[in-house]
């Protein structure tokens, strides 16, 4: 057995790794403790010391809390990724060739690092003179009869074309199969005709991606998260497999390894976000907001539930501009909340609109968030707010890794 030495955790349960070998392949014990948490006991095995991403890779033989793994060689920043024996020790049930976006090369580098069944390929992402693509897969011969996966971003209409362009492409060279991973789908608060005229371009995203060529395994499987209404998911034709996947259990881990876990309450910020969460998130006390018009101005308030001594946690699949959650913000500080704090699936925040947030450092919830957590849907958006509190990112990698070897 390795020997190792004590480690202490920060109190977001990060761990920095200690020195290993690389004869260091016996399982081995770390024991870490927080200002905030009783010390803790967790079985490990080495699965690999490093990766292209220059982070150590450890599997849990132990259930546990998530962990952010941190190499203290590495000049990257930490995301918490949630590490299981069951996603990384386990036999792998097909090897997948995973190429990615400029915009998720990241992400996917972090996807990589949960498994040993995936291996990242890539692609050249050039533009002639008159800005249309020119692009290059490479070693398109080298992946005929492979399990084939592309991690896609479509952050914006500038990028689409591009990327659907590949899409298109890949599952035509004799791949056994293939897999579209979009984390965030763009168009879905576009679901809906309020207004003859109104496009509804969820609609037209959907039907674009049910037509993508079918490859020798059969029709296009396609990732996604928290998919913004639940009737979209009967957009995609019969030519596709849509497998929606969700955040919430990476807030889940988060929130139970909070010091004050035990005076959790969740609060939806209107009927949609209820009717989309609430049965995730039904062993937490439950508020429900909604916004009432007064004149010109809408106006949110507290429709059920109590905020009062609670730290609340604000619930919801996107953000851009932040003004719901804002508001939301302000009435359940008012209503007695001791502390507010945020999550969201996508954080968008156009025109970095992300720097509405302030953190609570005076104790006072209705100047600032104690959290506002966010996953790594958004590539562009992490790079903004990495390492300022009171965000933190909570990375979808293990969750993509698990659905790839479906």
């Given at each position: ?81 949630a590490a299981s024996a069951s996603e990384s020790g386990a036999k792998c049930s097909k090897r997948v060739c995973l190429f990615h976006s400029d915009e998720t090369r990241d ?16 692609i050249n992402w050039k533009k002639f003179d008159d800005g249309f693509p020119n692009l290059f897969i490479q070693n398109a011969q080298g ?264």
């Amino acid at each position: 057995m390795a020997a190792v030495s004590p480690v202490t955790a920060t109190t977001a349960a990060s761990l920095t790794l200690p020195q290993l070998t690389s004869s260091s392949s016996s399982p081995f014990t770390l024991n870490f403790k927080t200002d905030t948490l009783s010390s803790r006991c967790v079985r490990c095995g080495v699965r690999s010391l490093e990766n292209q991403s220059g982070h150590r890779s450890l599997d849990f033989l132990s259930s546990g809390d998530p962990i952010s793994l941190i190499n203290p060689n590495s000049s990257s920043s930490p995301i918490s990724m949630a590490a299981s024996a069951s996603e990384s020790g386990a036999k792998c049930s097909k090897r997948v060739c995973l190429f990615h976006s400029d915009e998720t090369r990241d992400l996917a580098e972090r996807i990589v690092s949960q498994s040993d069944c995936i291996e990242l390929r890539s692609i050249n992402w050039k533009k002639f003179d008159d800005g249309f693509p020119n692009l290059f897969i490479q070693n398109a011969q080298g992946i005929r009869g492979q399990h084939v996966a592309f991690l896609a971003s479509f952050s914006s209409p500038a990028v689409i074309f591009e990327q659907l362009s590949v899409i298109y492409a890949l599952p035509k060279l004799f791949v056994s199969s293939f897999t579209l991973v979009l984390p965030f789908f763009p168009t879905g608060t576009s679901e809906r005709m309020e207004d003859e005229g109104d496009v509804a371009t969820a609609f037209t995203l959907a039907r674009i991606l049910s037509n993508i060529p079918t490859s020798r395994g059969g029709p296009t499987s396609l990732v996604t998260f928290d998919i913004h209404a639940l009737q979209e998911r009967f957009y995609f034709g019969d030519t596709i497999l849509p497998c929606f996947e969700s955040g919430i259990p990476l807030l889940k881990n988060r929130l139970q390894a909070l010091p004050d876990s035990d005076n959790i309450s969740i609060a939806f910020p209107d009927d949609g976000a209820w009717k989309r969460f609430h049965k995730q998130l039904q062993h937490y006390p439950t508020i429900v907001c909604n916004k009432v018009r007064m004149g010109d101005k809408r106006i949110v308030r507290i429709k059920e539930g109590d905020a009062e001594g609670r730290h609340v946690v604000i619930v919801d699949d996107l953000v851009q501009s932040g003004g719901t959650l804002i508001e939301c913000q302000k009435v359940l500080a008012a209503h007695g909340a001791a502390k507010i704090s945020a999550y969201v699936t996508h954080g968008i925040f156009p025109k970095s609109s992300w720097k509405r947030f302030k953190l609570d450092t005076k104790g006072d919830p209705a100047e600032g968030l104690s959290y506002f957590w966010i996953t790594d849907s958004c590539g562009l958006t992490v790079k903004e707010v990495m390492n300022k509190p009171p965000f933190e990112v909570l990375s979808l990698a293990g969750t993509i890794a698990s659905a790839l070897q479906v």
